[in-house]
């Protein structure tokens, strides 16, 4: 009843697009995630945040199968991820993924970097790949920085092609790793607006970022977490005006 509610209101599906049930994660002796759960509805905008450490890229790494969960359950898009190698070709078929550093191959130019995955991988002939990539240049606005090559381009724009070139797989979530942290403070906004933009498209998300102004206009969930667990998960509002924890409180003190 209330989940429906809830759905209703965030004009949301009540479908998850993303489960992930009590996985855990260590690396040798350390506990990196403790019983971690979280469901992402389709279309749901989910934003983590939490100090250094706390096991936020290790969680949105689990869910695209980057790092295998040592136990519990996820499941992408309905795909359960069983890392034999055909769940993970199905559930990272699904997701997109953004890096603080933006991964681009230095060797080619920007149109190579968006349709090497597009010809690779999903068979588009090179043609259609070069059409769907202008198309997403376009929708980053960089469409004129197509023939250049990733060093030529401000770190904001190398961000952008990474974000084009993600979609030019046609994902059904795209998660994004504190992908400003790494930017000029003049730049992070230009990222941050095709993020919004991307977020008002209806795409599931998943974003690790401290921007809290990005989170307050974009996240229908706001997810906290400190040593390896999630301490906090609410809409924003109630996030960021009552939180429930006092280290969510003193997280937020620090970085607000
Ligand atoms: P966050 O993204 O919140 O800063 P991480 O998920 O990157 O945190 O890391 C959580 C903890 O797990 C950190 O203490 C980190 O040192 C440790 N960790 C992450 N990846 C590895 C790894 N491959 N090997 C060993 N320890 C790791
Ligand atoms: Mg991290």
Redesign the pocket.
Known sequence: MVKTSFCAMLNLSAKAMIKVENISKT??D?H?LKNVSLEVLTGEKVVVC??????????I?CINGL?RHDEGLIEVADNRLTHTSSSLRAVRSSVGMVFQQFNLFPHLTVKQNLTLGPVRTRKLSQPDADKLAMAYLERVRIPEQADKFPRQLSGGQQQRVAIARSLCMEPQIMLF??PTSALDPEMINEVLDVMSELAGSGMTMIC?THEMGFAKRVADTMVF?DH?EIVEKAPPEQFFSNPGTERCRDFLSKIL
């Not at 939490?50 to 969680?59: A, E, I, Q």
Request: net charge negative.
């Open positions: 690396f040798g350390f990196a939490g100090p250094s450490g706390s096991g936020k890229s290790t969680l790494r790092e790793d504190e690790v977490m390896g």
